[in-house]
T-cell receptor, first 116, second 111 residues
Framework: EAEVAQSPRYKITEKSQAVAFWCDPISGHATLYWYRQILGQGPELLVQFQDESVVDDSQLPKDRFSAERLKGVDSTLKIQPAELGDSAMYLC??????????????FGPGTRLTVL | GDSVTQMEGPVTLSEEAFLTINCTYTATGYPSLFWYVQYPGEGLQLLLK?????DKGSNKGFEATYRKETTSFHLEKGSVQVSDSAVYFCALHDSWGKLQFGAGTQVVVTP
């Protein structure tokens, strides 16, 4: 069964350092999402890609976060510099359709980031 | 904007007890509604969904009915097992493919 892959699963870093997370969506899925899940809360969308284009990054802190999906397949989310408040689970999800419709988003296992 | 409110946890139950997790939503139009489950150390998995009023989603003994008149989508299971211990998220899905999640409800089932 196809799955969304993420790496690393766990990352510990010191504040002011740079970190990067990688996501490989299910093959053929046009839309890719990055979510941040703070402990005890629901996931919040950071950025949504349709193929290689960003369609929603309204909640992405652009002074320190960046995301790319250069070939419309896998994606990288970067934080530079990391701050203590960035400690959270970062989830990647993908769905087959580009927009509209009711098809399911499939989530990866997440990367748990701890900033010391 | 669209939002989801669900009951706070943790909800602690004994095995074979009846589970209800309340979820209400605020939205323009009639969004699709979902319940996701997150087991410890894992990502989210879709548990069930309903796409229009009066639809009932069901999976693994869980059920939820889309109630337009009360803007609710409460999750129920008649007899929980220890393996149902997890965090449950109610969510709505807008027409652009964007999910809005509730804060999650932790369920702990004891033997």
């Amino acid at each position: 069964e196809a799955e969304v892959a993420q790496s690393p699963r766990y990352k510990i870093t010191e504040k002011s350092q740079a970190v990067a997370f990688w996501c490989d969506p299910i093959s053929g899925h046009a839309t890719l999402y990055w979510y941040r899940q703070i402990l005890g809360q629901g996931p919040e969308l950071l950025v949504q890609f349709q193929d290689e284009s960003v369609v929603d990054d309204s909640q992405l802190p652009k002074d320190r976060f960046s995301a790319e999906r250069l070939k419309g397949v896998d994606s990288t989310l970067k934080i530079q510099p990391a701050e203590l408040g960035d400690s959270a689970m970062y989830l990647c999800a993908s769905r087959k359709r580009r927009q509209g419709g009711e098809d399911e988003q499939f989530f990866g296992p997440g990367t748990r980031l701890t900033v010391l | 904007g669209d939002s989801v409110t669900q009951m706070e946890g943790p909800v602690t139950l004994s095995e074979e007890a009846f589970l209800t997790i309340n979820c209400t939503y605020t939205a323009t139009g009639y969004p699709s509604l979902f319940w996701y489950v997150q087991y410890p150390g894992e990502g989210l998995q879709l548990l069930l969904k309903a796409t229009k009023a009066d639809d009932k989603g069901s999976n693994k003994g869980f059920e939820a009915t889309y109630r337009k008149e009360t803007t609710s989508f409460h999750l129920e299971k008649g007899s929980v097992q220890v393996s149902d211990s997890a965090v449950y998220f109610c969510a709505l899905h807008d027409s652009w493919g964007k999910l809005q999640f509730g804060a999650g409800t932790q369920v702990v089932v004891t033997p």
